[in-house]
């Protein structure tokens, strides 16, 4: 309903005094996914909005399925979350969305006291998981892959293309190496994979440790794939102040593109 709405009246209720009573009306309410994700109306809209944007990419280059994942599990809420939103996409978008989880399962392992990893801020253990508890909670199509992240996120399958992935291991070191899950040869990804790094808007971040430096190596070591900000994200959006829109990044596949251009042609690339 929201968004046959136009002009003055949809701009009313995009105000600030306004746009605080609509946003949880619907919350509450049964609008569609995608009128959800755009007024931040859900828990994690973060998260929601990856996942929709990886499953309409998804839906325009002709997969029937996509992957999302969460690096950086913990206790699982987040997993939960994005298990339900993949749901909720899926039935809206009719495009299958297998979610996968990547966790060590015994929290934050020993440091090195290596400044890189914010010492300062994290110990081990941190962040331990319930394993038999969270696994009872989730549904079919989420998967759980417990163990080093620099491993298993170069050596289990993926089922079908990544759209989205949430980044919450906050360590520099694991965040590296979770990264280069998109430079493997035998999983598919879509030509821009929607990211989400957790930490990095906290006051003790910089560019030379955390998720920050991760980015930078990773697209200094990467010749075929570059990870940059969202740029035009906030535009249009009832909440442009959002904290979590500063956190959306794009993980670009150079070689994808330049194949897509030359089988579509450029009036058709988005």
Known sequence: MLSALRG???????????RRLVKPLLRA??????????WDAVERPEYLFGVLYAAEQAKRDG???VSVAEFGVAEGHGL???????????EHTGIAVLVYGFDSGSGMPEGTGD????????????????????????????????????????????????GFMAMDLDL??????????????????????ALYFDDISAHYNHRFAGELLAIQEFNRTSKDVKIDRWHGIRA???????????????????????????????????
């Open 172 to 193: 520099y070191s694991s965040t590296a190496a979770a990264l280069r899950i998109l430079l493997r040869a035998d999983v598919a990804h879509l030509r821009r994979v």
């Open 29 to 38: 309410l049964p609008f569609s996914v995608d009128v959800k994700s755009h």
């Open 63 to 65: 997969h029937a399925a």
């Open 115 to 162: 400044y890189r990893d914010h010492p300062d801020v994290w110990k081990a253990g941190d962040y331990q998981m319930t394993e038999p508890l969270l696994r009872q909670q989730l549904r079919y199509g989420t998967t759980l892959r417990i163990g080093d992240v620099g491993v298993t996120a170069m050596t289990q399958p993926i089922a079908a293309p990544l």
């Open 8 to 18: 003055p009246l949809l701009s009313l209720l995009k105000e600030p005094p306004v």
């Open 236 to 270: 249009g959006r009832p909440f442009p102040d959002a904290s979590w829109l500063e956190a959306m990044y794009l993980a670009h596949n150079l070689p994808a593109i330049s194949a897509t251009m030359l089988t579509r042609g450029p009036a058709r690339m988005r």
């Open 80 to 90: 939960l979350v994005l298990q339900q939103h993949a749901l909720a996409v899926q």
